[in-house]
């Protein structure tokens, strides 16, 4: 079957990477956006300079700054800008805008931020602009934006408590690709309840799944390179991962993920959930059968160009009863 | 840096096409380039000393692609290597650096990038101050713009002459077998399209490609040995200017301009290679290298006519070197730029045996 056949059945792969950092703003920084929660423009001074956004250190000498912030006019100068057209998820509004250099008034750098103009008509370089503050602040850079000065309007200014001394950036990342030729006929081997591994035709390796290439010999592998692989192996390896608290995490209690060499294969699958079977009933060279879930229950969430995890085809691994395999010979696997 | 001991070349050169959307893993990319070289020189794997290797893990937003990425180069036995996540050129001076120490030979220098899975806009608007522009979504595109129209402003440049950048890059672009562009709009024809970050329109912005470049560092009578005409690099360096836009004049580029007197970039070249990903850069970069009419700008067309993100700069080098190596050059200049604005700049002169 060719790779359009293969893409009509399977979706494309629709990732979010989402993640936030949580960073400290030191001294300078901390006022500044403190100030911006409590409706106030602050600036540095730098000898006979005013920096706004304030520096820590001078520019050019990089010497420390007497971190005493000043206020700073809320008005200044467009010195020069940009029309975003087509706004992506990331800018701050869904309308177009500009991003310009606003020269403030009595400062002598400009700080770049977004002009919300309503057309491109009303921008241009010279213009006078003035701060927006928004009616919800965080003590973030995106407490306010520039209006036309005439379309600035007055917000109520509630001083909040405590200082700002962090800020949390979300990372949100969209990424949207078809599978790779070779992914998307082991995702589709997987919906038939078997392994597909590609034989390198280099060295007779067999790698599950395989990665549309062998890494040892540099060459590449395609459809004419796959066979199936049984969906009996051996644990080569595992983890018992006791989840800590973090953005998205979904697990509460250990789980174990181990390494499993299926029979024929010589590159175990890795990360493989094992949800039925306690740290006392796993180890290194213990025989398992994948036992899959019904046809038409299997769900391929997850697998993407990168991971396959096999949770939403394989309902469980169980011991086949079998001895064990020498742990010994089973060194090379440990991954 | 000029003052250096050993003498480096680039004794072969590897690049894929410039892709739209390569269907398949990065260290297929890399991996083609590698046996391209290796194929060449008729070097095995084991007769690389160090391995150098420059991208992005957020292009295709897989953690640790990076280390993937060492499939690619075939790693068992283990291979020296190191990474940088920045454009292969940064990856080349390093590799240049290494060389310097004396005790090995042969590097291996690869550029590599997927951005067709991202959004190029939005992923790089995470390299800006993550307090003061990050959370603005303030991205390279609209800060080109401003640049682009502060060139405007100061009367240095003109809409018209952003077009022309555009028009001559695509003609050139025309006779590479890498480059991604296939168009020969004039310049007016390009002037009656819409602004995408005006003043900038869309033809202004390199197009993001999926690709690699590679390369061999070589030192010494080993680069000889290698290659009939080995690509010398006279003195490679780079330099920084502040990452807050307002305390820059972007109508010029100082560190471009200070990077090349460090490696005597003044003189003449028979071509330069320069990485323009907006097209107003073109007249800022050449005015800060005094480029003359006697340089042959971007033969290649330059990333106007492909942009495959992580390797730009290197197929900079590549551009260059492979001019030398087929003797229509002597003398070149490789740019390579990261950051917004032209913020930070790499300069690489190669020249040929005489």
Not at chain 1, 136 to 145: A, K, L, P, Q
Not at chain 1, 198 to 205: D, H, I, L, T
Not at chain 1, 235 to 244: A, G, H, L, W
Not at chain 2, 262 to 284: C, N, P, Q, R
Request: proline share 6%; with cysteine.
């Amino acid at each position: 079957m060719g790779l359009l056949a293969y893409r009509r059945m399977l979706p494309d792969v629709d990732l979010l990477l989402e993640y936030p950092y949580t960073r400290t703003t030191g001294p300078v920084l901390g006022q500044f956006l403190t100030g911006l929660r409590d409706g106030q423009l602050l600036g540095i001074r730098n000898g006979d300079e005013v920096l706004c956004p304030p520096l820590e250190y001078d520019p050019t000498t990089a010497q420390a700054l007497d971190p005493l912030l000043v206020e700073v006019a809320t008005e200044g100068t467009v010195q020069s800008w940009s029309w975003v057209t087509d706004p992506t998820s990331t800018h701050p509004f869904d309308h177009p805008f500009a991003f310009a250099l606003v020269l403030l008034d009595g400062t002598d750098h400009a700080m770049a931020h977004a002009v919300d103009a309503g057309s491109i008509d009303e921008m241009s370089t010279g213009m006078r602009v003035a701060i927006q503050f928004h009616e919800e602040r965080t003590g973030s850079i995106t407490d306010f934006h520039f209006v036309p000065l005439d379309r600035a309007h007055a917000v109520d200014i509630v001083e909040g408590a405590e200082p700002v001394t962090t800020i949390v950036q979300l990372i949100s990342l969209n990424y949207h690709e078809p599978l790779h030729a070779h992914r998307a006929r082991f995702a589709q081997g997987l919906l038939d309840g078997r392994f597909i591994g590609q034989r390198s035709p280099a060295s007779g390796k067999v790698y599950v799944p395989g990665r549309g290439y062998d890494p040892l010999e540099r060459v590449e592998m395609g459809e004419d390179d796959e066979l199936t692989v049984t969906d009996r192996g051996t644990v080569t390896s595992f983890t018992v991962i006791t989840p800590v608290d973090y953005y998205g995490q979904k697990e509460t209690k250990p789980y174990i993920r181990a390494s499993i060499l299926l029979d024929g294969s010589d590159s175990p699958l890795i990360s493989v959930d094992i949800r039925n079977l306690e740290e006392e009933d796993i180890r290194v060279g213990l025989r398992l059968q994948a036992i899959w879930r019904p046809e038409g229950e299997r769900d391929l969430t997850g697998i993407d160009n990168r991971s396959v995890p096999l949770e939403g085809v394989i309902e469980r691994w169980d011991p086949t009863g079998e001895p064990d395999a020498d742990a010994n010979k089973l060194r090379e696997f440990t991954q | 840096m000029t003052d250096h001991s050993r003498d480096v070349a680039v004794v072969a050169v590897s690049q894929t096409p410039a892709y739209e959307a390569f269907a398949g893993p990065e260290p297929v990319l890399i991996m083609r380039c590698v046996n391209d070289l290796l194929s060449r020189t008729g070097l095995e794997r084991h007769d690389i000393d160090f391995t150098l290797a420059g991208s992005c893990d957020y292009l295709s937003g897989a953690p640790f692609a990076f280390v993937s990425n060492i499939d690619g180069v075939g790693a068992w036995p283990p291979v020296y290597e190191s990474h940088v996540e920045m454009d292969g050129a940064w990856a080349l001076f390093e590799a240049w650096i290494r060389l310097q120490l004396g005790d090995i030979d042969v590097a291996l220098v690869i550029g590599s990038g997927r951005s067709s899975p991202g959004n190029n806009r939005e992923i790089f608007s995470l390299q800006g101050d993550p307090y003061l522009a990050a959370p603005l979504g303030l991205d390279p595109a609209s800060l080109a713009g401003i640049q682009a129209r502060s060139l405007l402003d100061a009367k240095i440049a003109t809409e018209a002459d952003f077009a022309a950048v555009v028009e001559r890059s695509w003609k050139a672009a025309a006779d590479n077998p890498n480059a991604m562009v296939r168009r020969s709009d004039t310049a007016d024809q390009l002037l009656d399209q819409p602004y995408y970050a005006a003043p900038l329109r869309a033809h202004d912005v390199a197009p993001v490609a999926d690709g690699a470049a590679a390369l061999l560092l070589v030192a010494g009578d080993r680069a000889r040995e290698l290659c009939e005409r080995p690509a010398w690099i006279q003195g490679i360096e780079h330099r920084i200017e502040s990452h807050h836009p307002g305390y820059r004049d972007l109508t010029d580029s100082p560190s471009t301009r200070s990077a090349a007197e460090k490696v005597g970039g003044s003189g003449t070249f028979d071509v330069a290679e320069l990485m323009i990903t907006h097209s107003h850069e073109e007249i800022i970069v050449r005015h800060a290298l005094g480029l003359g009419d006697d340089t042959v700008v971007n033969p290649s067309g330059g990333p106007l006519g492909g942009h495959p993100v992580m390797a730009t700069g290197l197929v900079r080098v590549i551009e260059v070197a492979s001019r030398i190596a087929d003797g229509s050059a002597q003398r070149g200049l490789a740019h390579a730029s990261s950051g917004a604005c032209l913020q930070q700049n790499l300069i690489c002169v190669l020249q040929g045996d005489d």
